[in-house]
Every structure is written in structure tokens, then in C-alpha cells.
């Protein structure tokens, strides 16, 4: 099956840095990566997804790179708010239509100091 | 759209007894739910997948006769806990797949289940 790496496990920055995280997987065929944020006692929540036919995808402070090659992802995150400190968790999946089923990674702990 | 709830919020049960978490889709219709575990600091880890009208299939290593999964309607699964022992204590969280070829996950509030 499919096997998500991710690092780092925890993340610490200053605010109005940017943040990197970084995940691996192992199944060629998945096509679609999605990022989720989960706030401490919160469900995860979507901020970015990508699909294999795209090589990366920006939403305003936040974007998304995929190299299918070397079958790995990355979230970047600029200009950091201590609002986004939470736990971040990538996902790849693999499917169709209207069903895919998300292989997580073991989640980064993002802190941002003010 | 695509609102998932999840009730209870959390539970406290003592050890031996059955507790039961109820997964709905409020404005879209789920064929299919997913159910995850997630310990402190951890992952959140398929459990099962929960097909409506027919059986759920579960992942190795999940006791499908501890975890009872019921896909009842095309908006309510729901997911027992039979013989609730401490070590099952932990965040138990459903997920639905978007509708219309959205691939997203959406996911419930969460169960947090204590069991003494």
C-alpha cells in the first residue's frame, strides 16, 4: 500500500517567515495530495490540494509543489501568522470520480513565535 | 456545503460497556464514510471504510467485531465501540469524499472517547 513520509515533525519559526514542509510518497499511481490543517481538538481542515497533472498551485500565503518524479510534495507557507500554528498533515491518494482515500503523513507541528 | 457532523462530541464510558458515535453527511449524500483513530500527537489512522447497504471494510489490524460499522442511510454511519477498554480511550474522527468529482475529505467535529 501506500507509505506518506513527512518531515520535519516539528516546525518553529518567527512570524513573517516562511515554513516549509516536506512529504515523500511511494506510490506512483496516486494522483491527488491534499494538505489539512488541524487546530489542537479541531477536525483537520483542507487549506491546498494538488493534482498529479500539476506541478504546483498557489492560494495567497500558501502553495503547493509537486514533483512526480521524485514522488514527493511540499507545503510552503510565507509571511507565517501565529494564527497558523496547528499541525499540518499531507496526504496522497489515489482515485477517481468521486473517491479517494487519503494516506496521511505523521503530521508537522508548526509554531509560529510572535 | 459538505457539512459532516459527529455526536457525541465526547464521551466517558467505563470499561466493558459499548459506546456508539454517529457520523452524518448534513447537505450531501455519503455512499461511502471513512472512520480514523488518532492518539495525542499522532496521525489519524484508517480504521475502516463504511459502504452504505452493504458490509465495511476494514483495515488490518481492526478487530471488525469490536468496531461495529453500520452504514444505515445515505447520510448516517455510525461506529460502536463493543467491551470499551482504556486503551480504546482516543479521537475517533468520520470523513466523507466530496461530491462531483471533489476529491477533498470532509471531516466531522471528532468523538473524543474516554473509557475509565
Known amino acids: 500500500g501506500e507509505n506518506v513520509e513527512q518531515h520535519p515533525s516539528t516546525l518553529s519559526v518567527q512570524e513573517g517567515d516562511s515554513a516549509v514542509i516536506k512529504c515523500t510518497y511511494s506510490d506512483s499511481a496516486s494522483n491527488y495530495f491534499p494538505w489539512y490543517k488541524q487546530e489542537l481538538g479541531k477536525r483537520p481542515q483542507l487549506i491546498i490540494d494538488?493534482?498529479?497533472?500539476?506541478g504546483e498551485k498557489k492560494d495567497q500565503r500558501i502553495a503547493v509543489t509537486l514533483n512526480k518524479t521524485a514522488k514527493h510534495f511540499s507545503l510552503h507557507i510565507t509571511e507565517t501568522q501565529p494564527e497558523d500554528s496547528a499541525v499540518y498533515f499531507c496526504a496522497a491518494s489515489i482515485g477517481s470520480g468521486g473517491s479517494y482515500i487519503p494516506t496521511f503523513g505523521r503530521g508537522t507541528s508548526l509554531i509560529v513565535h510572535p | 456545503g459538505a457539512v459532516v457532523s459527529q455526536h457525541p462530541s465526547w464521551v466517558i464510558c467505563k470499561s466493558g460497556t459499548s459506546v456508539k458515535i454517529e457520523c452524518r453527511s448534513l447537505d450531501f449524500q455519503a455512499t461511502t464514510m471513512f472512520w480514523y483513530r488518532q492518539f495525542p500527537k499522532q496521525s489519524l489512522m484508517l480504521m475502516a471504510t463504511s459502504n452504505e447497504g452493504s458490509k465495511a471494510t476494514y483495515e488490518q489490524g481492526v478487530e471488525k467485531d469490536k468496531f461495529l460499522i453500520n452504514h444505515a442511510s445515505l447520510t448516517l454511519s455510525t461506529l460502536t465501540v463493543t467491551s470499551a477498554h482504556p486503551e480504546d480511550s482516543s479521537f475517533y474522527i468520520c470523513s466523507a469524499p466530496g461530491t462531483s468529482g471533489v476529491a477533498a475529505q470532509y471531516f466531522g467535529p471528532g468523538t473524543r472517547l474516554l473509557v475509565l
Open positions: 494538488i493534482r498529479s497533472n500539476v
